[in-house]
């Protein structure tokens, strides 16, 4: 971790923050969630390849779209987490 770490952990707990206002919760297949991680990483690669091939002068859009890639990957984690601890309490009834 860097001196930087808990400001970046803080711009992805706000997108997550974001993204839960905007679409509440989803309880997804796990592969469902990769397709929106892709789909996310699809667009942080067509912001860098923007400012590589001079379309876009600065990074401020790629980093955006990684701060929304950390967010979705989070969001997948709680799902998967939320999914196997509800399995847990139905095979314990």
């Known amino acids: ?17 974001r993204q839960e206002a905007k679409w509440g919760e989803q309880t997804l297949d796990p592969a469902v969630w ?8 699809g667009e942080a ?16 859009h790629y980093r955006e779209e990684l701060v929304q890639v950390a967010a979705v990957a ?5 799902n998967l987490d939320r999914q196997q601890a509800a399995q847990v309490r139905t095979v314990q009834v």
């Open 34 to 41: 990769l397709m929106v991680l892709g789909e996310e990483v």
């Open 1 to 17: 971790m860097t001196a930087a770490t808990p400001g970046v952990l803080a711009e992805v707990r706000r997108e997550r923050e």
């Open 45 to 60: 690669n067509q912001a860098a390849l923007e400012h590589l091939m001079g379309t876009r002068a600065d990074l401020s």
């Open 74 to 78: 989070v969001r997948a984690i709680e």
